[in-house]
């Protein structure tokens, strides 16, 4: 670490002497990892720009429509450059979309009818699709109530998907199987490409008629290909995560087969309208533009996760993954010792964002969760997990899953923040 940066740390951020030493180790740990995501990057941001190139981008598709939003242009080019970059045959990006969970409901309501089957392969689906579903929560029209019956299967004990309980339970009543690509709020893996590839495989081999539907939230970018080269039929996400590369101000994403994605857009408006309406209202250009920063953005991310799990492991705390493992999504799980900790460890990220930083975060009833959860975020973007966020359920066994940062330095500045945080409250290590 340079001493002008060292000497700046210590005067401006309170950071001790033993800190910075650990950061500095921790740090020539994570440089051994950057290469192969710096590699990732560049092919992503290739295809992305060829797509560009390719759909005719032009400074007119920057402009807004009202009303109904009839021949926007933008939105039809903006549709057509995400098809290409996911390779799908038709996808639907709409600022419309106010969350990964629409997203991924609009999929499952516009799919889905009356004494269909839906089975979630890879275990407990994201808390806030509970509701959706109808695993929890009543009269607030659900699958269930619509009388869409739901089966799951739960991960292996190695934490990766059981082929063989998959096979078992999926048949050809099955009419979607969603496979949850990023961890959530739990201590796995997140899904390689090659993992969900295996997954459709055995699925199809089953029942070739079942919709594969898979939660990209978290992970777009992260490899080299994404869920629909790996045979998945639609896929979905939010654009304040990974695509909308930290400048699209809210929305989310639809890709894969033509006939699903009409259907799920047929949700969002009406049936027969589909995506023929909705006004862009200027939000184009943010969203063209966060798309072309995703790959990058989603390196410094991945450089940031990286150098919290060696910084961490080397304070003693066991992460997940480890410093040198294979990631599929931008997450990075650190498991404390108790509530204490876990509480230290997110306030100190939020103390080192660029906004908010002098709120302090404290655990609360947050709707569609079923515990406590504290949530540190200075973001741009409100809710931007894209940007450098930390959350965690407040209960055993205390995991806190940090994700995001526009630019590497500021993840590494949350995290020596975070564990001057540690110390300062007495936390031994």
Request: net charge negative.
């Amino acid at each position: 670490m340079d001493a002008k940066i060292r000497e700046y740390l210590k005067q401006n951020f309170e950071v001790e002497d033993r800190v910075l030493e650990l950061a500095q180790e921790a740090e020539k740990d994570a440089r051994k990892v950057f290469e192969g995501i710096e590699n990732t990057k560049q092919l992503n941001q290739l295809k992305v720009i060829k797509a560009m190139q390719n759909n005719k981008l032009s400074d007119s598709h920057f402009n807004g429509t009202t009303g109904y939003g009839y021949d926007d242009r933008g939105r039809e080019v903006l549709d057509s450059i995400y098809a290409e970059v996911f390779k799908a045959e038709d996808a639907l990006v709409r600022h419309q979309i106010v969350s990964g969970t629409q997203a991924l409901a609009l999929c499952l309501f516009g799919n889905l009818r009356p004494g269909d089957e839906l089975a979630a392969v890879t275990g407990k689906p994201y808390d806030t699709l509970e509701e959706v579903i109808g695993i929890r929560g009543e009269n607030c029209g659900s699958l269930k109530e619509f009388g869409v019956s739901y089966k799951q299967v739960e991960l292996g004990a190695d934490g990766k998907p059981d082929i063989e309980q998959i096979s078992r339970a999926v048949t050809q009543k099955t009419k979607i199987a969603m496979i949850q690509r990023s961890r959530g709020y739990s201590w796995r893996d997140a899904l390689c490409i090659e993992d969900i590839k295996n997954v459709i495989k055995a699925i199809k081999a089953v029942s070739s008629s079942t919709i594969i539907m898979v939660d990209n939230c978290y992970g777009e970018f992260v490899e080299e290909i994404e869920p629909v080269e790996a045979g998945a039929d639609l896929v979905a996400g939010s654009l304040i995560k990974n695509p909308g590369g930290g400048l699209a101000l809210t929305g989310g994403y639809i890709a894969g087969k033509k006939d699903l994605v009409e259907q799920a857009a047929y949700r969002l408006t009406s049936p027969g309208l589909g995506k023929e309406v909705g006004a862009s209202l200027g939000n184009n250009r943010l969203m063209f533009q966060g798309l072309f920063m995703a790959p990058h953005v989603v390196a410094e991310s991945l450089k940031g996760a990286v150098f919290c799990a060696a910084l961490m492991e080397r304070a003693g705390f066991e992460t997940l993954p480890s410093v040198t493992a294979k990631r599929s999504d931008i997450i990075q799980a650190v498991k404390f010792r108790d509530e204490k900790s876990l509480i230290a460890f997110c306030q100190g990220i939020q103390k080192g964002s660029p906004v908010d930083s002098y709120v302090t975060p404290q655990p609360w009833d947050m709707p569609g969760y079923d515990s406590p959860v504290i949530m540190a975020a200075g973001a741009f973007v409100q809710g931007s997990s894209i940007e450098l966020s930390a959350d965690a359920p407040v209960k055993s066994p205390y995991i806190a899953y940090m994700q995001g940062g526009l630019v590497y330095e500021h993840v590494k500045l949350g995290n020596i923040i975070a564990l001057q945080k540690l110390i300062n409250n007495g936390i031994r290590f």
